[in-house]
């Protein structure tokens, strides 16, 4: 038998024993078996490596999965606190921003042009400046993923 029959009847061995051959690839593998010692061996052993595991036995501690499930529900919630930390910060500095910006405005338009340039001096560019800067790491950043837990 060529190498590739042999290929192929390992791959049919492990979707078996992965429970995923289709009943033509059983067919098939079973065909082969039939004429190819070597096979036979390597589903055996394969067989047998398997039982192997299925008898070996951990001692786990039973508090264990309480405690991960306890870590993952602490680090949820800390990240959930995060979030609502950084969405009261966000929408803080806009309404500063749109605060300076309406008074700005109202000085800019009621006022002697003297006035007018002492605002967007000291007062205006500053604020900007300031908000921008405590803004941008917030807009800049990527959101963070979502994770799902497996159970």
Known sequence: ??????????SWIDRRLAAEATDEENRLLDEHLAVCAACRLSLERSLRALR?????????D??????VQAAIARRARDLERRRAHRRRMILGLAAAL????????????LTPPAWTAGVVIFWTIPSLCAALGL?????????????????
């Not at 749109?98 to 338009?109: E, K």
């Open 52 to 60: 192997g595991l299925g008898e070996l036995t951990l001692d786990v």
């Open 135 to 151: 803004l941008a790491p917030h807009l800049l950043a990527p959101p963070p993923r979502k994770r799902e837990l497996v159970s």
């Open 98 to 109: 749109l605060l300076t910006a309406a008074g700005s405005f109202a000085v800019w338009t």
């Open 1 to 10: 038998m060529n190498m590739d029959a042999h290929e192929k009847a390992r």
């Open 62 to 67: 039973p508090g264990l999965t309480a405690r």
